[in-house]
């Protein structure tokens, strides 16, 4: 689990998630899927480790999530930097009450649910499924 500075094209970077969460889907699996991103999400809140991706202006800060075979990807906009947190789904919490809450490793971000829940609850219930079907798989195995 790690978070990672997306903003310009690095091949060792982008293999260090790749191994972490698996390689993205493949087009036909994101059609089958009925796609693999949420829309964007408005972020409210974050935990002390992560503050140094809170933004300095009192304007709105977004963030959306990916769907990977192993975990989700979470992209959290700064300015013109866009950091990716990686939360393998054996370590990945979310909380339904106030705010929608992703959890991982101690470390947290908390969405706003007013303004983009209903456009995001498939997306949510996909991640969950999924999340599901990880862990029964680890069982299994």
Known sequence: MGLYNISYKDKERDELIDAE??????????????????RRLIIENMSVNMSH?????????YGSIELRPQGIIVHVNLGLDVF??????????IYNGDFFTIHGNGDYLQFNKEKSWAENNVFIKKMLRLKLESSHSQIAS
């Open 53 to 61: 991706l809170k933004s300095k202006v009192a304007d709105l800060q």
């Open 84 to 93: 990716a947190w990686t939360i393998p789904f054996y370590r990945l919490s």
């Open 21 to 38: 969460m698996g390689t993205p889907y493949s087009l036909l699996s994101k059609i089958k899927l009925g796609g693999i991103g949420s």
